[in-house]
């Protein structure tokens, strides 16, 4: 599961697909969604190719970790107001019933002022 030659989020870890990147280390990558739901969007992706969260493992912890707490970090980089008046939302989708279209393990991270959402 190290690299999908098939896999869209694979190039665009490698380079080969351009994408507007937020962030990366030796484990992680994050790029602005192409289609945004909302005026911050963007992914976080695991560098390493693991299809969903449907297969995470024990093994994952440390990965999942680093995710979830560079979240918020990049969340207010990316010019989310700072909670409580402000924040974001964290969104997995995970197979078809998910609403999974890319089936490279991804985050979701959405915030800005969104009209739609009452409040
Ligand atoms: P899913 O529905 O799998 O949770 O979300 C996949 C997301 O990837 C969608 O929000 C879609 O706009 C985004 N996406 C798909 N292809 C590309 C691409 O080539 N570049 C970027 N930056 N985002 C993409
Ligand atoms: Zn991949």
Redesign the pocket.
């Known amino acids: 599961m190290s690299a999908d030659a098939n896999c869209?989020f694979c190039k665009?870890v490698a380079g080969q697909?351009p994408?507007r990147k937020v962030f990366e280390d030796e484990d992680l990558f994050a790029?602005?969604?192409?289609?945004p739901w909302a005026p911050v969007h963007f992914?976080i992706i695991p560098k390493l190719h693991i299809p969903s969260m449907a297969q995470v493992g024990p093994e994952h912890a440390a990965l999942m970790g680093k995710i979830m707490t560079l979240a918020p970090q990049l969340a207010i980089e990316q010019g989310c107001r700072p909670y409580p008046e402000g924040g974001f939302r964290i969104v997995t989708?995970t197979g078809a019933e998910g609403?999974?279209?890319?089936h490279h393990l991804?985050v979701?991270v959405m915030g800005g002022p969104r009209p739609w959402l009452k409040g």
Do not use: R
């Not at 790029?31 to 289609?35: G, K, L, R, S, W």
């Not at 609403?99 to 890319?102: I, K, L």
């Open positions: 869209i665009i697909i994408s790029f602005h969604d192409i289609a992914l989708n609403g999974q279209e890319v991804h979701h």
